[in-house]
């Protein structure tokens, strides 16, 4: 791929986000520290940091499902001509399998939780400590507003 200046790289990260991410840290990416790698074969993306010879990374790599194996394999490749350890973080089950495939350790430390907000409520007796802690909030001024930017966007922010 030919050398891109800054904003196009952030540009074209941008767009291959929009068209494959599933992965709500993929947003983590577009810092002004990241450095990103594009595919040849594939397209895709993966956002990087380097940190001495370890290369981190945040979710999977970001491009179609069923290129998965394939952009990942070339973003190894890439690692290991540059003399660098790829590191990845917050990765997917179908991200774990493939990793494994190719001798990685895997540790888990977590998981991202998930809520259908349209059937989740604080009613009940289990949720009643969560009820105090929001009209505490309230109670100090502190209001939460919902962000929609398709619909209007704060560019100020």
């Not at 030919?2 to 947003?27: F, G, N, P, R």
């Not at 179908?94 to 259908?116: C, D, P, Q, T």
Request: net charge positive.
């Amino acid at each position: 791929m030919s050398i891109l200046q800054s904003t196009e790289k952030m540009d074209l990260a941008y767009s291959v986000l929009k068209q494959y991410s599933l992965d709500s840290q993929h947003y983590l990416s577009f810092k002004k520290e990241s450095t990103f790698f594009f595919g040849e074969r594939v397209r895709g993306m993966i956002s990087y940091e380097l940190a001495g010879k370890k290369v981190m990374s945040i979710g999977d790599p970001v491009c179609k499902s069923e290129d998965l194996e394939n952009f990942t394999i070339e973003y190894l490749n890439f690692c290991e001509r540059m003399g660098w350890k790829p590191v990845f973080n917050s990765v997917s089950i179908h991200m774990i399998k493939i990793l494994k495939k190719h001798k990685f350790s895997v540790l888990k430390y977590g998981e991202e939780a998930i809520l259908n907000l349209s059937e989740y409520t604080l009613d009940g007796a289990s949720k009643s400590s969560l009820r105090r802690n929001v009209s505490k909030v309230d109670k100090r001024g502190v209001w939460l507003k919902e962000y929609c930017p398709q619909v209007e966007r704060d560019h100020a922010s």
